[in-house]
Each structure stands twice: as C-alpha cells, then as structure tokens.
C-alpha cells in the first residue's frame, strides 16, 4: 500500500525568504502526486498535480514542485514567501490501478515571520 | 468549478446522540469520501464511495456509517456520538484519482 512521510510538523520562514516542504512517498510504481493547501478553519485546496510528464510542475499561487523518482520524493516549493502562505500544507499519494484513493501525509504547518 | 457543501460548519452534540453529517456536490462525480482530520493525525478515511448504495470502509470505519441514496450526496452518520468523535470532518468528491479531490469546507463537530 502507498504511503506518505511529511518529515517537518512545522517550519518557519520570513516573509521574502524562500521555502522548501518536503515530502517523500511509497509505492512501487509512478504514482499520482499531489500538494494541498489548507487555511485555518477550511477545507484543502489543490496547489499542484503530478502523474507523468515533466518532473517539475508548477502550480498556482506561485507553488512548484519537482518530482524525483530516484529519491522518492515531491518536494513542494516557493522562491519568496508572503505572509498570506502561512497555512497547513498536505503532501498526498495516489495510485492509478485499482479503485482510486488518495493517501494523505500528516501535513507540515508553515508559519510566516515578518 | 466542482463545490463541495458541508450542511454545517460547526456542531455541537451530546454523548450518545445520533449525528448526520451531510455533503452534496454539484458535478456528477461518482466517488466520494469521508476524512476526519486530527492535529498531528493529518487525514484519516472513514469511509468512501464510488457509486450510489456502494460503499467501502476506509481506514477509520468503527463508530460510523455512510448513505449515498443519490449521486450528489454522501452522509456520514454518527450512530451514538462519543467524545473521541470530536474533530474535524472533510467531505471530498473526485471524477478519478488523477483529476485530485475536491473538499468541502468541513464540520467542526465537537462532542459533550
């Protein structure tokens, strides 16, 4: 079955700094990859998708990520930070044989410093 | 865009009660899924469907059960409330894996 590892609980950034959140996975074939983002008191909004293609993707809200198969890894991305980014960010893995769920990461909170 | 609405955003029940949690979307989607979301627990599946009647347990499924009698709308159901059912509950709908999930804006249920 796949997994997901979100290693940092929290991190922290200053506002214009850049920002890396890491995620690994594990599956024994190229799975469906995907950041979420959720605010306080919401649900999760898609960032970025990843299934076959260009490992480097880009999403919105200036988010990318780029998929490494050799590290398992999807590191999600963001060259300078604003305030309104502070938020709870999910890493998710899917398969596309059998039925179709994804499995989520326990998620990193990101806290944006002046 | 796909909308997901959860019935309610914050409920407050007492131990022992029946609890329905509803979700409808708006896009013919045929799966749907139940999370409930705990600090440090990220989200854990409670239940899912991929068509209407069908269901299948997730990873969480004791204490709870689910009714998709129409294609829009997936029920999550609280047969007696207890206070470890305090959390955070997500609805989310997807047309197939690659397309992601879309989520509701969830229920903050909390238990007395």
């Known amino acids: 079955a796949q997994s997901v590892t979100q290693p940092d609980i929290h991190i922290t950034v200053s506002e214009g700094a850049s920002l890396e959140l890491r995620c690994n996975y594990s599956?024994?074939?190229?799975?469906?990859l995907f950041w979420y983002v959720q605010s306080p008191g919401q649900g999760l909004q898609l960032l970025l998708k990843?299934?076959?293609?260009?490992?480097l993707v880009q999403g919105i809200k200036g988010f990318e990520a780029e998929f490494k198969r050799s590290q398992s890894s999807f590191n999600l991305r963001k060259p300078s930070v604003h305030w309104s980014d502070a938020a709870e960010y999910f890493c998710a893995v899917g398969t596309n044989t059998g039925f179709q769920k994804l499995v989520f990461g326990t998620g990193t909170r990101l806290l944006v410093s002046p | 865009d796909v909308k997901v609405t959860q019935s309610s955003r914050y409920l407050v029940k007492r131990t022992g009660e029946k609890v329905f949690l509803e979700c409808v979307q708006d896009m013919d989607h045929e799966n749907m899924f139940w999370y409930r979301q705990d600090p440090g627990l990220g989200l854990r599946l409670i239940y899912f469907s991929y068509d209407v009647k069908m269901k299948e347990k997730g990873d969480i499924p004791e204490g709870y059960s689910v009714s998709r009698e129409k294609k829009e709308r997936f029920s999550l159901i609280l047969e007696s409330a207890s206070t470890n059912q305090t959390s955070m509950y997500l609805c989310a709908s997807s047309l197939t894996t690659g397309h992601g999930y879309t989520f509701g804006s969830g229920t903050r249920l909390t238990v007395v």
């Open positions: 599956y024994g074939a190229t799975p469906y």
């Open positions: 990843y299934f076959s293609g260009d490992t």
